[in-house]
């Protein structure tokens, strides 16, 4: 009975060390991916400040409607690039989350899930 209450206590205790490391990955990645989302923001609109000056400044509606397509194309190349970043972050802090949990998972004869 002492060993079973022993073997229950030491499991409660691992148990509350991987949630505590589960928890701190989580919230440095979501740290990272804010911060990720704050800079791009901030540059894109910086950039689209930029354009809307040039459109207005151009001397033909040509020349807008030009500077205005070129940035449309740059704008969205640029959110495609950051979706992407963004889901190889979320990815990462997947894995960094279910980490500290690959031990309980093979105390129990099992494989923890894998995201791909």
């Not at 919230?27 to 540059?43: G, L, Y």
């Not at 354009?51 to 190349?77: C, D, H, L, N, R």
């Not at 950051?82 to 190889?88: N, P, Q, R, V, Y």
């Amino acid at each position: 009975m002492i060993k079973s209450f022993e073997e229950v206590q030491n499991l409660n205790k691992e148990g509350l060390e991987a949630f505590t490391a589960s928890s701190a990955a989580v919230t440095k990645s979501a740290q990272a991916i804010a911060t990720e989302v704050a800079d791009f923001s901030k540059k894109s609109f910086e950039k689209s400040s930029t354009v809307w000056q040039s459109a207005v400044a151009a001397k033909s509606f040509e020349k807008a409607a030009e500077i205005q397509q070129t940035y449309a194309k740059e704008a969205f190349e640029a959110g495609l690039a950051e979706f992407t970043k963004l889901g190889e972050l979320t990815a990462a802090a997947a894995k960094a989350a279910f980490k500290p949990y690959e031990a309980t998972f093979a105390a129990f004869g099992m494989k923890a899930p894998v995201a791909e």
